[in-house]
T-cell receptor
Framework: GNSVTQMEGPVTLSEEAFLTINCTYT??????LFWYVQYPGEGLQLLLK?????DKGSNKGFEATYRKETTSFHLEKGSVQVSDSAVYFCALSDRRGSNYKLTFGKGTLLTVNP | NAGVTQTPKFQVLKTGQSMTLQCAQDMNHEYMSWYRQDPGMGLRLIHY???????DQGEVPNGYNVSRSTTEDFPLRLLSAAPSQTSVYFCASSSLAGILNEQFFGPGTRLTVL
């Protein structure tokens, strides 16, 4: 079955530091890949997505590239801010038959200190 | 446009009690789903629906029932609550045309079973 593995947290950085959160996946088809963000006390919001190999998703200074050869979708940001403190989830969606299941990683808590 | 709404925000139950978690969306989305979020486990799919009158089980369906009588509403029922069902519950929806693109999440219901 499908699975998503992302780096264990928590991750603590100083403001303006470089961020990488690793994500690798296992899927039998050609999934779409996502990063969702959950701010404290809120639901999940889509941060960025990529629907095919070599696509780069980007939003709010965050980027991730769909790498089929390494089955990875690592999240990066060049200069984090305190407001980026949140839990980040890597996920994949693989439509087969009538199963539209979205498979999530376990989440990575990011704390950015001023 | 309210998006995905969930009620209640918080609930405390005693073991054996029953209750219904409400979820509604005003985006005319065909696909709706329920997830539970537990520390260190990410989000796990409980049940999902691809349209009115159609529901199916996800990864962790035991102890939960769902029905989909309208496009807008997708309630989750706990018939006899157990402490293992203490969790944060999220409802999500998506257009079937966009199922490989984005799911929209509600703000969550935090449930404690004593």
């Amino acid at each position: 079955g499908n699975s998503v593995t992302q780096m264990e947290g928590p991750v603590t950085l100083s403001e303006e530091a470089f961020l990488t959160i690793n994500c690798t996946y296992t899927a039998t088809g050609y999934p779409s890949l996502f990063w969702y963000v959950q701010y404290p006390g809120e639901g999940l919001q889509l941060l960025l997505k990529a629907t095919k190999a070599d696509d780069k998703g980007s939003n709010k200074g965050f980027e991730a590239t769909y790498r089929k050869e390494t089955t990875s979708f690592h999240l990066e940001k060049g200069s984090v801010q305190v407001s980026d403190s949140a839990v980040y989830f890597c996920a994949l969606s693989d439509r087969r038959g009538s199963n539209y299941k979205l498979t999530f990683g376990k989440g990575t808590l990011l704390t950015v200190n001023p | 446009n309210a998006g995905v709404t969930q009620t209640p925000k918080f609930q405390v139950l005693k073991t054996g009690q029953s209750m219904t978690l409400q979820c509604a969306q005003d985006m005319n989305h065909e696909y709706m789903s329920w997830y539970r979020q537990d520390p260190g486990m990410g989000l796990r799919l409980i049940h999902y629906s691809v349209g009115a009158g159609i529901t199916d089980q996800g990864e962790v369906p035991n102890g939960y029932n769902v029905s989909r009588s309208t496009t807008e509403d997708f309630p989750l029922r706990l018939l006899s609550a157990a402490p293992s069902q203490t969790s944060v519950y999220f409802c999500a929806s998506s257009s079937l045309a966009g199922i490989l693109n984005e799911q929209f999440f509600g703000p969550g219901t935090r449930l404690t079973v004593l």
